[in-house]
């Protein structure tokens, strides 16, 4: 009975997942890699040295593997000159674990996908819009099927800086730790203080409302009120850009993935604005899975061979 172990070394976790002949997790390490206070993120050889130190650890922490499939994600995201170093020390693990019996290759954002799909399955092999919304990405596209596997075209997205850098940016200039999203979530409290986001038909923008939210702190206005904008400013700026995606696809199933998707604000001003109102079926990934994991490209192999 064969288990299915995917692997992903993104930008921000080392991350292991290995389910069992019944799709069930059986071993899951997620492993946040360390930021120093004040940073931004990391340099791409100092997350390289961390995934190194601690892939090996978790692999040896697993313990052998028999008769299991491997599959790793290999880039960013599923287009031609997609590329980040960190995403090889995964790919350079799975290549020995696999001994030449092959693996599966999926882009970060296509795991992603398939880990809200674990946990939404009655999307499979039906067309969705998905909007994968994190720290390093805000994107949406339109997910179709290809033997089994996810087709993607790229619906629109963000100008400049993602969601999820415009709320790190937000949070570090207030000097909380990084990544930032946990710990505005933590503190923020309703107020009418609004943060405004440009929107034009599938795209958007967040250079602008990081700039108010900077002032806003230099000028000394109580971060609570700020934390809860930003969020709120996020959630009205996805809602926006999905709303015009499905009146211009007639798509209106709708999987929203990412980091940044795991914030409760941004999770109940979506489904007011849309899945309640009925102009969407919205489908989140549970918040422990929308953020950097192996648990999708472990799904994909898993259904790959049992559907």
Same mark, same amino acid.
């Given at each position: 009975?064969?288990?299915?172990?995917?692997?992903?070394?993104?930008?921000?976790?080392?991350?292991?997942?290995?389910?069992?002949?019944?799709?069930?997790?059986?071993?899951?390490?997620?492993?946040?890699?360390?930021?120093?206070?004040?940073?931004?993120?990391?340099?791409?050889? +100092?997350? !390289?040295?961390?995934?190194?130190?601690?892939?090996?650890?978790?692999?040896? =922490? /697993? @313990?052998?593997?028999? $008769?299991?499939?491997?599959?790793?994600?290999?880039?960013?995201?599923?287009?031609?000159?997609?590329?980040?170093?960190?995403?090889?020390?995964?790919?350079?693990?799975?290549?020995?674990?696999?001994?030449?019996?092959?693996?599966?290759?999926?882009?970060?954002?296509?795991?992603?996908?398939?880990?809200?799909?674990?946990?939404?399955?009655?999307?499979?092999?039906?067309?969705?819009?998905?909007?994968?919304?994190?720290?390093?990405?805000? +994107?949406? !596209?339109?997910?179709?099927?290809?033997?089994?596997?996810?087709?993607?075209? =790229? /619906? @629109?997205?963000?100008? $400049?800086?993602?969601?999820?850098?415009?709320?790190?940016?937000?949070?570090?200039?207030?000097?909380?730790?990084?990544?930032?999203?946990?710990?505005?979530?933590?503190?923020?409290?309703?107020?009418?203080?609004?943060?405004?986001?440009?929107?034009?038909?599938?795209?958007?923008?967040?250079?602008?409302?990081?700039?108010?939210?900077?002032?806003?702190?230099?000028?000394?206005?109580?971060?609570?009120?700020?934390?809860?904008?930003?969020?709120?400013? !996020?959630?009205?700026?996805?809602?926006?850009?999905?709303?015009?995606?499905?009146?211009?696809?007639?798509?209106? $199933?709708?999987?929203?993935?990412?980091?940044?998707?795991?914030?409760?604000?941004?999770?109940?001003?979506?489904?007011?604005?849309?899945?309640?109102?009925?102009?969407?079926?919205?489908?989140?990934?549970?918040?422990?899975?929308?953020?950097?994991?192996?648990?999708?490209?472990?799904?994909?192999?898993?259904?790959?061979?049992?559907?």
């Amino acid at each position: 009975m064969s288990k299915y172990l995917g692997i992903d070394t993104s930008n921000y976790r080392t991350s292991v997942c290995l389910l069992d002949e019944a799709g069930c997790i059986e071993f899951e390490r997620r492993q946040l890699l360390y930021v120093p206070q004040g940073k931004l993120g990391l340099r791409q050889q +100092e997350a !390289v040295f961390q995934h190194l130190k601690s892939l090996g650890a978790i692999l040896e =922490e /697993l @313990g052998p593997l028999f $008769d299991t499939r491997f599959g790793v994600t290999d880039k960013p995201r599923p287009v031609e000159g997609s590329y980040m170093p960190c995403f090889l020390v995964g790919e350079s693990f799975t290549r020995a674990l696999a001994a030449g019996q092959g693996y599966l290759c999926l882009s970060h954002q296509e795991n992603h996908i398939w880990a809200g799909l674990s946990e939404n399955p009655d999307l499979i092999k039906k067309p969705f819009i998905a909007g994968h919304i994190s720290g390093g990405t805000t +994107e949406f !596209v339109l997910v179709s099927w290809e033997n089994k596997m996810l087709k993607i075209k =790229e /619906l @629109g997205g963000t100008t $400049d800086i993602s969601a999820g850098q415009f709320l790190d940016r937000v949070g570090v200039a207030m000097g909380l730790p990084f990544p930032a999203g946990v710990y505005l979530e933590e503190m923020a409290k309703p107020s009418e203080l609004r943060l405004g986001v440009k929107v034009i038909e599938s795209s958007l923008s967040y250079s602008g409302p990081e700039t108010k939210a900077k002032e806003l702190i230099q000028k000394g206005i109580d971060g609570r009120y700020i934390a809860y904008a930003a969020f709120l400013a !996020v959630a009205k700026s996805v809602g926006r850009v999905l709303t015009n995606l499905i009146a211009a696809t007639k798509v209106t $199933d709708v999987l929203l993935v990412g980091g940044v998707m795991a914030n409760g604000i941004i999770r109940e001003r979506l489904k007011q604005d849309l899945h309640h109102s009925s102009l969407a079926k919205l489908c989140f990934a549970s918040p422990k899975a929308s953020g950097d994991n192996a648990l999708g490209v472990a799904t994909a192999i898993y259904w790959g061979e049992n559907s």
